[in-house]
């Protein structure tokens, strides 16, 4: 048992399940229970079949699973198709996009912006979830990132703090009150960014110094593509772009690679 808690996955993998029972059952979030499946099942099927075709003596299927339930969260669709098109996406690119044994570009976020980019129909949810669903959801992100403080969530704060500080930067240069960066914190969108995506430890930098600048630089260049460019997904446009500088951190500031605790060395992907 207490192997099993030793893996972040683990802990991750509840969060997003309760949250996606949350919608299911409570406070509808916008998700889509056929949708949902559809992401979730084109996640793991990819990982299967990519799994066997480079030849892995083992299939793990957490990894995806977080994907799936990561895009069921995120993602909106006109149609059926565009959740399970995300979730191959999004597993084929961490098998396709790599170096140095390291996948470049979070799943999810990549699957995201691809199906952004191109204009097939599907968009982020507005990720409102109330006060107090937000704040639950933080104290429980928050207690996680503390029990795992070995898998390198640091990330997530250094993340929040950014982002944070050039929001209340931004309005009192602007000279509005403070209620209206603290509404904007106050997204259920945000927190999945933060926890699950640009914390991501397979593409995330090695170094905790490293870990600092990319996220303050994801913080930054999205604000940019959202005040400037006015970007409705400016986060992940920001993640995406900036993910190969993690190639370029991890050569200035090294550090040792990660690896999940409880998957062989060389297997995991």
Known sequence: MRR????????QIVALASLLLLNFF???FGAKPLYCALAIGAALATQVVCSRLAGLPHIDLRSPLITGLSLSLLLRADAAWLPALAGVIAIA???IFRLENKHIW????????VLLLTGSGGWISPGQWGTSIWLATLLVLFAILVLQAAQRSDIALFFLGSHAALLVARAAWLGDPPAIPLHQLQSGSLLIFAFFMISDPRTAPDSRLGRFVFAFAVAALAHDFAFFMQMRPALYVALIVLSPLTLLLDRI?????????STPQGVSR
């Open 4 to 11: 099993w808690w030793s893996d972040a996955r683990h802990f």
């Open 26 to 28: 409570w406070i509808d």
């Open 93 to 95: 690119s961490k098998f």
């Open 106 to 113: 979070n799943p999810a976020g990549f699957a995201i912006v």
């Open 253 to 261: 500031v090294p550090a040792a690679k990660f690896q999940w605790t």
